[in-house]
Every structure is written in C-alpha cells, then in structure tokens.
C-alpha cells in the first residue's frame, strides 16, 4: 500500500530559477495539504485542497508560490522565481475528510519531504 | 502568532524511564489534539490523538493527557526505548487545519 509520494527529495537550484515540487497523495484520500518545514517557524501549512479544490492558500507565503491540483492523484507547488529563504523541506500530506468534518480527528499522512536549497 | 508552542526544545531520558513531553495552545476552538513523530530524512508520522472532550487516551507505551482549563496536553512515553529518539511534534486541529508546533528532539539514551 504505497503512502504520499513526493518528487524529487532534494533540489538544488540557483536563486531566481523555478522550482516545482511533486505530490502524489494515497488513493482514496480527498483532502492534500502542503507544508513547509524550518528551523525557524517549524511546520507551517502553505495551502490545502478538498476533492482537488483549493480551500484555504493563506499561508502561501507569496505571490511567488502557486500549487494546483489537476485531479485527485497529483499535486504541484511551484516556486517562481525562487530565493534563498525559500530553503527548507516541503512535505505533502493527505487525508480522509469525511462530509461535513464528522469523524475528522487532523490525522494526515505525510510523504517524506523534498529538501528545497536555493543559492 | 504561535497557536501551537512546544517550549522545550529538546529531552534526554535514560533507557527504560518515563518520558514527559508538553505542549500548550492558545486557541480554545481546537477539537482534536495529535502528536506526530519524525525521524530524520522522514515526513511526520501519526502516534496518537485526543478529543478535546477528553482528558487521556492510552495506547500501549503512549499516553496522552489533556487540561483543557491550562490550555496544556502532555505525551507520556513509558518505559522510553532507545527507537522512541526522534522529533515529536504536537499538532491542534480545528475542522481541516492542524497546526503544529515547534518540536521537541527527544533523546533516549540506553
């Protein structure tokens, strides 16, 4: 049973060049989340999707982010153009959400990071 | 505005004792509280959940108690294993969001 599959898990990229991130999340999961990770602020979330619709973005930091989510099986964070404070690991999470929040306990699954560092 | 606050940054606990993880919130709106564990190079991984209307849920080594009134949830692990070093994370859900705190590395030395 695979879990949340993120691509790539490390990238190196020189300032102002565009980044993108991959997120496949579990079969069947409705709900996908995008955080970031930093030493400083610890996990913060960017942006979540419910059945492929953006919910709630105010965490994206600016407008240099954008994330989409085409259908239920892939999502993409797009940084463009980066910087060096865009440094960090970005995990995607997914969920179950039942209708209306019922049986909603905040239990996500997390794919295992892509380490962004920007120079 | 940090919601979710874990003020230690890190535990060392001797093989075999307890160890006493804390977290506060701020938000009274929060209806489930969860702790997440994380080993390096990994994403959070699930551990265990309480309901805000309860004060304790038990799993095996893993006990998590709640003071609704000080705002304040505590993660129990006893007895400690040298497996349990990791970063635990405390995170506070309210409808979809789950916010998290900082972290605490936690170190169990056998």
């Known amino acids: 049973d695979a879990g949340v599959i993120q691509s790539p898990r490390h990238e190196v990229t020189e300032m102002g060049q565009e980044v993108t991130l991959r997120c496949k999340p579990i079969?069947?999961?409705?709900?996908l989340f995008w955080y970031r990770q930093t030493m400083m602020r610890g996990l913060e979330l960017l942006i979540y999707f419910n059945n492929n619709v953006p919910i709630d973005d105010s965490g994206m930091p600016e407008d240099r982010f954008s994330a989409k989510m085409p259908n239920a099986s892939f999502s993409t964070l797009k940084i463009q153009p980066s910087e060096p404070r865009d440094s960090a690991v970005y995990f995607c999470?997914?969920?179950?959400?039942?209708?209306?929040?019922?049986?909603?306990?905040?239990?996500?699954?997390f794919g295992e990071g892509s380490r962004l560092t920007v120079l | 505005d940090q919601q979710v606050k874990q003020n230690s940054p890190s535990l060392s606990v001797q093989e075999g004792r307890i160890s006493i993880l804390n977290c506060d919130y701020t938000n009274s709106m929060f209806d489930y509280f969860l702790w997440y564990k994380k080993y390096p190079a990994e994403g959070p991984t699930f551990l265990i959940s309480?309901?805000?209307?309860?004060d304790k849920n038990e799993d095996g080594r893993f006990t998590v108690f709640l003071n609704k009134s000080a705002k304040h949830l505590s993660l129990h692990i006893v007895p400690s294993q040298p497996g349990d070093s990791a970063v635990y994370f405390c995170a506070a859900s309210r409808r979809y969001k789950l916010v998290f705190g900082a972290g605490t590395i936690l170190r169990v030395k056998s």
């Open positions: 079969s069947g999961h409705n709900s």
């Open positions: 999470a997914s969920s179950l959400n039942l209708a209306g929040g019922r049986g909603r306990t905040g239990e996500l699954f």
């Open positions: 309480i309901s805000s209307i309860k």
